[in-house]
């Protein structure tokens, strides 16, 4: 790491419900709604306390430039993450949802493109503990230094 790189942390509170699926090929999705039914297969986590325009002012502007972005769920100390990066067209402005794409595709919800996974990906011990409607801590993370990043993450998680 030279003394360049930057990283920049905000947490997001949130609880899983019965319905979660997490069946969905190309996004997850975190939202501040508080009910879920079973063809919402993106939706990872429900009544979060924070939406993407809700996030830290200085890492929404990092993730504008770019930036390599992580996000890390965690429950119960079981965890998963997915990375992938901002990029200048992003809004970041929905006042509801936080989502991570596979894909190039841009809207107001957006975190971050190019995800290296989607909902079907993550692990399925900690989709069992979200369905049991369990309390989530996500960890959303950007950095200039995308090899960092997952150490930086991980130390986080472990602290």
Do not use: Q
């Amino acid at each position: 790491m030279s003394s360049h790189d930057e990283i920049y942390v905000d947490k997001v509170y949130a609880r899983g419900h019965r319905n979660i699926r997490a069946t969905h090929r190309t996004t997850f999705e975190i939202t501040k709604e508080d009910s879920l039914t079973p063809r919402g297969d993106c939706i990872i986590a429900i009544s979060a306390n924070k939406s993407i325009r809700d996030l830290d002012s200085e890492l929404r502007d990092r993730i504008k430039r770019g930036w390599a972005v992580a996000i890390a769920i965690v429950v119960n100390n079981i965890w998963d993450m997915a990375i992938g990066y901002g990029d200048p067209g992003l809004e970041l402005s929905d006042p509801v949802k936080i989502i991570a794409r596979r894909s190039t595709y841009i809207a107001p919800n957006t975190i971050m493109l190019r995800s290296n996974k989607a909902a079907v990906d993550l692990r399925r011990d900690l989709i069992d503990l979200l369905k049991k409607g369990e309390e989530a801590t996500i960890y959303i993370a950007v950095s200039n230094n995308p090899s960092f990043l997952k150490d930086k993450i991980l130390g986080i998680i472990n602290s």
